[in-house]
């Protein structure tokens, strides 16, 4: 064993998958009992594909789409929120329950606190209005932005609608342009017309 | 660059630190070992710079925990001088040379713990343990040696 010490050392500590997630749920439980759970997430099926649910102690404070890559997701958070990230399913049950019960028609609108982040008033005002927009219909963005008091920032609701940290329990997808087109969305055109169309059929 | 979310250090990391707790307190008291560098890191973690070196830094508590936990167990009177090894039911590997590591002088088997095991530079070993890096190293040579002499192949 001259050269391949390393090796025979490390081959006489095997380590198993179970044994692992077992440590690791007895940390969850621990970090959630000391109030270290900063972040919590866990990743949910959908129609339009997973989606990465996060909450703080707060509240939700992020819906990843698909589109938008679930490891961008947890970076960012790691990053604009805290390091201290967690996959610590429980906390997300109401939401995921919700949005279960969205996708299958059985719900209308979200009842889940939220942890938006503080950022300029004119952002929030615009997701703040995204709440009052009712399931199954629309609005444009021309008529956001007259609604939060600055008629032309048209293209300014466009960008806080695409920094939308939690799509689909704010309904982004609700915002459409005034021309009948369907405009932009973080989960990508076609889950914003599936959004839209399934809104319809069920109202 | 910031730091990764700690799920993904969790998940690069978890299996090298409970090899290490493993070799310094056996596997009676790894878990414990375990649980408590992760809960220590997870508290600290905030702080740490972006560029750190996550796994060192994670094998450095492993070791801090695991001496608390040594002088924890000599507090309750329960006899130690060497971790206890023994076959769990669903124990595998080699289990003679765990045996012959654990039966190392409590410096050696350290040492080497922290270098094979948990992938620590001699520089980094030197400053967890104390003493030259000269140091570190020889005593990894003589805890080596020693297992050589005690476990040897079959050719």
């Not at chain 1, 010490?5 to 439980?29: N, Q, Y």
């Not at chain 2, 971790?83 to 002088?105: F, I, M, N, Q």
């Not at chain 2, 520089?123 to 343990?129: F, H, K, L, P, T």
């Amino acid at each position: 064993m001259d050269h391949n010490v390393g090796a025979d050392v490390l081959g006489a500590f095997p380590v198993t998958g179970g044994e692992l997630d077992r440590l690791r749920e007895r940390l969850v439980r621990a970090a959630q009992d000391e109030g270290l759970l900063d972040v919590a997430y866990r990743v949910v099926d959908s129609p339009l594909g997973p989606l990465l649910l996060a909450a703080t102690a707060r509240g939700l404070v992020r819906v990843g789409l698909p589109a938008q890559g679930h490891d961008a997701v947890l970076a960012d958070l790691a990053a604009t929120v805290s390091p201290r990230v967690l996959a610590a399913p429980a906390r997300l049950d109401p939401v995921a329950r919700q949005l279960d019960e969205y996708f299958a028609r059985g719900r209308r609108d979200f009842d889940v606190p939220l942890d938006l982040p503080v950022g300029p008033r004119f952002r929030a005002a615009v997701l703040a209005r995204l709440a009052a927009i009712p399931f199954g219909g629309t609005a444009t963005y021309s008529q956001v932005a007259a609604e939060v008091g600055s008629p032309l920032a048209v293209r300014a609701v466009g960008s806080a609608c695409a920094a939308n940290p939690v799509p689909l329990v704010l309904p982004c997808h609700r915002v459409v342009r005034a021309d009948g087109g369907c405009g932009g969305y973080a989960g990508g055109v076609v889950a914003k017309r599936w959004l839209i169309d399934l809104e319809r059929g069920a109202a | 660059m910031s730091l990764p979310p700690f799920e993904l250090t969790v998940a690069r990391h978890a299996a090298t630190v409970l090899r290490v707790c493993r070799a310094l307190v056996g596997p009676d008291d790894a878990d414990d070992a375990w649980s408590e560098t992760f809960l220590s890191a997870l508290r600290a973690y905030p702080t740490l710079p972006a560029d750190a070196n996550l796994e060192a830094w994670l094998v450095t508590i492993a070791h801090r925990r695991c001496v608390d936990l040594l002088r924890a167990r000599t507090r309750r009177a329960v006899p130690v001088g060497t971790p206890p090894e023994r076959a769990a039911p669903e124990a595998a590997g080699d289990l003679d040379l765990r045996a012959a590591l654990a039966a190392l002088p409590d410096k050696q088997r350290v040492v080497v713990a922290l270098h094979y095991l948990g992938g620590l530079p001699y520089r980094e070993v030197a400053e967890v343990v104390g003493g030259s890096v000269d140091a570190a190293r020889r005593a990894a040579a003589d805890g080596v040696s020693a297992l050589r002499r005690r476990y040897r192949r079959e050719a």
